[in-house]
């Protein structure tokens, strides 16, 4: 999650490198501030995290949240006042 100015030209052109960055490395947008993506544990997410600190904008906040395989299949989700129906949420799995 980030909060980056966008004022002057080069704060602008600061927030679009990190958008591009994070889509790059395959985060996916849930809202304009907020990317994620999945790992597959946490060495993975620490080298992630490790990349993200070394492209930080000079100015702005970002917020790094990790989540694990259980807190994310709990997540509940609200379109409007209907509940998506997300009862069994499961990591992705690759063969």
């Not at 790059?24 to 600190?53: L, N």
């Not at 492209?55 to 209907?82: A, H, W």
């Amino acid at each position: 999650m980030f909060d980056l100015p966008v004022v002057e030209k080069t704060d602008r052109k600061a927030a679009t490198r990190f958008r591009n960055f994070l889509l790059d490395q395959g985060f996916a947008m849930a809202q304009y501030s907020v990317y994620y993506r999945m790992v597959s544990g946490k060495d993975k997410g620490q080298t992630m995290e490790r990349r993200v600190r070394e492209n930080l904008p000079e100015y702005g906040s970002v917020q790094i949240v990790s989540l694990t395989d259980k807190q994310y299949e709990n997540i509940k989700v609200f379109k409007g006042k209907t509940r998506e129906n997300t009862e069994k949420r499961e990591q992705l799995l690759l063969f």
